[in-house]
């Protein structure tokens, strides 16, 4: 069996016969069909035994995105029960409407469409894992952990537009066009603006598993001058610009050290009760109780991570509590999609 002999599956968004774009959902693009490709003629080389099972996980994932595309495009006008709706009725629905009646309020196709990017993260996160056991080459493990990574950033990328949708002190335009970002990335569950963030996101992370940060001095500058070294110009000028606010140094701190502003406290207040000068990360996290779920370099430890900090943050925005109100990733965010606004 190979891929040729599977089910067709849905690729790039493209032009229907009226001259207009496909609402279909985008299983794989053209450089994740090469990759499938490739990892399929491995297997049935190598580990035949397993070919089958791929195939239902592929069939079964494109069959998940055909029911999702079966329901209303978000992005052409439609009436229902004599209602208007569109894209732009959606937007201004995004803008006006109140976090907690969102979910109930939002299009099937929304819905439905976030439990197709897990099962896409999901099935690469498999694939991976046969591919690390079948001893694939390191080349063809790193390309499917990119395409892991690419539905990790579109999952991500969806809940920081949401959460600077949610904040009210950005102008009203700023927020119209972060609804608009959220729109396209609905329609296809494809987010092309992903490329201008997510990079130096992974690096950021990359880096991060590197370090090992001195609970003493905590924010050390060695750590952060090294964290900034492995980067690009777009995280230094966001260092530069962001630093000195207090909010961004707390975000970082937690992102760096892998634990909340709370846990990161009571460190430093053990260390003054011990009267030490410091702790290693590891040693912090004995203290702490703290265990990994998953190894540095899974993609699930990174969700995992800004889920547990965007949960905090969020709970010490309602409860009005010291810490960051916001995660690293959506200030830098921010940061990028105004320095792109600036710009233009």
């Known amino acids: 069996m190979t891929y040729a002999s599977l089910s067709a599956t849905l690729s790039m968004p493209y032009t229907t016969e009226d001259g ?40 079964t994932l494109e069959q998940v995105a055909v029911a999702v595309s079966r329901y209303p495009s978000i992005q052409r006008s439609t009436v229902l029960a004599g209602e208007h709706r569109s894209a732009e009725t959606l937007i201004d629905t995004l803008c006006s409407s109140a976090p907690a009646s969102r979910l109930l ?34 080349k063809d493990i790193q390309a499917l952990r990119r395409i892991t990574l690419r539905a990790m950033f579109a999952l991500m990328a969806e809940d920081v537009y949401t959460m600077l949708l949610d904040n009210a002190e950005l102008q009203h335009e700023t927020r119209k066009d972060i609804a608009e970002l959220l729109t396209e990335l609905w329609e296809h569950r494809l987010d092309e603006h992903s490329s201008s963030f997510a990079p130096v996101l992974h ?11 001195n609970f003493g001095s905590m924010l050390g500058v060695s750590e952060l001058f090294l964290l900034s ?18 909010e961004i140094g707390q975000a970082l701190e937690e992102f760096l050290f892998g634990i909340s502003y709370e846990k990161i406290n009571f460190i430093r207040n053990v260390l003054k009760e011990r009267k030490a000068s410091a702790l290693s990360r590891d ?45 690293l990733e959506d200030l830098y965010i921010q940061f990028i999609f105004e320095e792109g606004l600036s710009d233009t």
Request: net charge positive; charged share 25%; proline share 5%.
């Open 20 to 59: 207009g774009t496909s609402s279909d959902i985008v299983v794989f693009d053209k450089d994740e069909h090469a990759v499938i490709e490739q990892i399929l003629k491995s297997l049935q080389a190598y580990a035949p035994g397993v070919l089958s099972n791929i195939a239902n996980y592929i069939t």
């Open 105 to 138: 309020t939002l299009p099937t196709k929304v819905i439905l469409g976030k439990s197709f990017l897990i099962a896409k993260f999901q099935t690469f996160s498999a694939l991976t894992k046969i591919a690390m056991n079948a001893f694939f080459e390191e």
């Open 203 to 213: 690096k950021v992370w990359t880096a991060r598993n590197k370090l090992a940060p």
């Open 229 to 246: 070294m492995e980067l690009d110009e777009s995280w230094e000028r966001f260092m530069i610009a962001k630093l000195a606010d207090p």
């Open 283 to 327: 040693e912090a996290y004995n203290l702490l109780g703290f265990k990994r779920e998953f190894p540095s370099d899974d993609p699930r430890g990174f969700y995992t991570s800004f889920i547990d900090r965007k949960s905090n943050a969020e709970s010490r925005r309602r409860l009005q509590v010291p810490g960051p109100k916001r995660t």
